[in-house]
C-alpha cells in the first residue's frame, strides 16, 4: 500500500493526558510522531494548526442516527408518551432508504461538531453502515432488538442482527463494528437477553442496551421480576464488561456496586434526559466508584441535535445541580468522558481516545481565535463551558481529512441536506 503523510504544524494538543504544545505527524490512519516541532519537508499535506486547539475526535457512545428524520417533531413529552404515541408509529413506516438519509444527515452533523466515533442502535443497519463508509466516520452498530415477549419477534430479531453481524462486522476498512442491540429490559424477554449474551460470548461482540432510564422502567421491572433493572440483569448473568449501558438514571447503591464488580461501561445522556424529564444519573457518585462513564447525545429527536461539546457543558452543569456544589464534575473530568472514556467503553481505548503515537489519527481541530473563546485562556474550559459544535473547522478520522477549514471533503453537504428532507417529508406524510 501507498504511504500518505499527514503532518498537522504547531497546534495546542489537548487530551485526557493534559495540555502540551507541537505537531503530530500521521501516517496513512495512524499518528506516528507527537513532538515539539516536525519538519514539513517531504510531507503530502500540511494542515496549519497555529492559533487551533487539537483535540482527539470525540466519542459519542449512545444514539440513533436515523432519528434525525424525527428532530422536532414531538417534543416536550415523558418518554413513555413519545415511544408509545409518536416514534414507534412512525418508525413502522421506516425502510433502508430512509434510514440511510438520515444517518447521512447525522454523519454530516458529527463531523461538523468534532465527533469521528458513535455507538448507534436502530433499524436498517446495513443501510447506517454505508452512511458511516461514505461519511468516513467510526462507528459501532446494532440492530436494535424488541421482542415484548414474542417468540417470532424474537427468532426474527436475533436474525436480522445475525444478517448485520454478517453483513457490516469490520466493515469501512475496519472502522465499522457490530454491536448486539436488545432495546431494554422492558421491551425485550428474558430469553431474548440469554440469547444475546450466548451470542456476545460467541462471536466477541459488545452488547448495547438502554437500562434504567426512568422511574417507570424500574416499576415495571421490579413488578415483573422483583428486582431493578440492573439487579435483574445481573440476575439472569446478562452484565460483563462488554455491555454499554446508555442512561443509568435510577439506581440503588447495590446496582453502582454490581456495575463497577462486573466492569459494566455506561453512557450518559444528560440532555435527553433533562428533556424528557427522566431524571438525573449520580455520575459523579459513578465515576468516583470506579465505573466507567461515557457520554453520548441520544437520538436527535430526544436532544434535538449531536453536538457532544453542547453535550459536555450540559453533563457538567446537571452534576453541579444535582450536588448542589460547583465543584462536581468539572471540565477536565468531562472531557475524559467524551474521549479516552468513551473509548474505553467501547472497547478501543488502544486505537482512540487520546492523542498518542500508535493511535488512530482521529481528530478535531477548534478554531481558538473566535468571538465567544477569546480571552484564550484555559482551553479545558474554553472548550466545554464556551464552545460549541460550531467552533469546529477541521476533522480527521483514520487519518483522512473529512472536513477542512469548515468544508466538508467526504459528503456533500447541501445534497445530503434535501436527500434528508424529502426522506422526512414522505415519511411524516405515510404517518
Ligand atoms: C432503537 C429504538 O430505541 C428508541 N429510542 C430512542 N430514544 C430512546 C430513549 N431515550 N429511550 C428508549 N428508547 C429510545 C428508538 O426510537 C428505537 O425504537
Ligand atoms: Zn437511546
Known amino acids: 500500500m501507498e504511504t500518505k503523510n499527514t503532518l498537522v504544524m504547531d497546534a495546542q494538543i489537548l487530551d485526557a493526558h493534559g495540555l502540551r504544545k507541537g505537531s503530530l505527524l500521521i501516517e496513512n490512519d495512524k499518528i506516528i510522531e507527537v513532538s515539539s516541532s516536525i519538519s514539513p519537508a517531504g510531507v503530502d499535506k500540511v494542515i496549519n494548526a497555529q492559533g487551533k486547539l487539537l483535540i482527539p475526535g470525540l466519542v459519542n457512545t449512545h444514539t440513533h442516527l436515523s432519528m434525525t428524520l424525527f428532530r422536532g417533531v414531538a417534543d416536550d413529552l415523558k418518554l413513555e408518551k413519545w415511544l408509545n404515541d409518536y416514534i414507534w408509529p412512525l418508525e413502522a413506516h421506516l425502510n433502508g432508504e430512509y434510514c440511510y438519509a438520515g444517518a447521512l444527515l447525522g454523519c454530516v452533523e458529527m463531523?461538523?461538531?468534532?465527533?469521528?466515533?458513535f455507538n448507534?442502535?436502530?433499524?436498517?443497519?446495513?443501510?447506517?453502515?454505508?452512511?458511516?463508509?461514505?461519511?468516513?466516520l467510526r462507528a459501532v452498530i446494532s440492530h436494535g432488538m424488541i421482542d415484548f415477549d414474542d417468540e417470532e419477534k424474537r427468532k426474527a430479531e436475533i436474525k436480522e442482527s445475525k444478517r448485520i453481524i454478517k453483513k457490516c462486522h469490520g466493515g469501512a476498512d475496519g472502522r465499522?463494528?457490530?454491536a448486539l442491540g436488545p432495546h431494554s429490559p422492558y421491551t425485550c424477554s428474558r430469553e431474548l437477553l440469554e440469547e444475546v449474551r450466548g451470542l456476545a460470548d460467541e462471536h466477541g461482540l459488545l452488547i448495547h442496551i438502554h437500562v434504567a432510564e426512568t422511574e417507570d422502567e424500574v416499576r415495571q421491572v421490579k413488578e415483573k421480576y422483583g428486582l431493578g433493572p440492573f439487579a435483574y440483569l445481573d440476575d439472569i448473568g446478562f452484565l460483563g464488561e462488554d455491555v454499554i449501558a446508555a442512561?443509568?438514571?435510577w439506581l440503588s447503591s447495590s446496582e453502582i456496586h454490581i456495575l463497577r464488580s462486573r466492569g459494566v461501561k455506561l453512557s450518559h445522556n444528560p440532555t435527553s434526559n433533562m428533556k424528557l424529564a427522566s431524571g438525573v444519573s449520580p455520575?459523579?457518585?459513578?465515576?468516583?466508584?470506579?465505573?466507567c462513564v461515557s457520554l453520548g447525545t441520544d437520538g436527535p429527536a430526544s436532544n434535538n441535535n449531536l453536538d457532544m461539546i453542547e453535550e459536555m457543558k450540559i453533563a457538567a452543569l446537571l452534576q453541579k445541580i444535582k450536588s448542589m456544589d460547583p465543584t462536581s464534575l468539572g471540565a477536565e473530568k468531562v472531557f475524559e468522558m467524551a474521549t479516552i472514556n468513551g473509548a474505553a467503553a467501547l472497547g478501543m481505548v488502544d486505537e482512540i481516545g487520546t492523542i498518542e503515537v500508535g493511535k488512530k489519527a482521529d481528530l478535531a481541530l477548534i478554531n481558538t481565535r473566535k468571538c465567544n473563546l477569546a480571552p484564550w485562556r484555559h482551553p479545558v474550559s474554553h472548550l466545554v463551558y464556551a464552545a460549541s459544535g460550531c467552533d469546529?473547522?477541521?476533522?480527521?478520522?483514520?487519518?483522512?481529512?473529512?472536513m477542512e477549514n469548515g468544508k466538508l471533503k467526504s459528503l456533500d453537504e447541501k445534497y445530503v441536506i434535501?436527500?434528508?428532507e424529502s426522506a422526512a417529508e414522505e415519511l411524516t406524510s405515510k404517518a
Do not use: P, W
Open 247 to 249: 442512561h443509568a438514571v
Open 120 to 136: 448507534d442502535m436502530y433499524f436498517y443497519m446495513d443501510h447506517v453502515a454505508e452512511a458511516v463508509k461514505e461519511a468516513g
Open 392 to 402: 469546529v473547522e477541521t476533522v480527521l478520522c483514520d487519518g483522512e481529512i473529512l
Open 176 to 178: 465499522i463494528r457490530v
Open 283 to 291: 455520575v459523579e457518585e459513578l465515576l468516583e466508584c470506579g465505573v
Open 418 to 420: 434535501e436527500l434528508a
Open 111 to 117: 463531523i461538523k461538531s468534532g465527533t469521528t466515533t
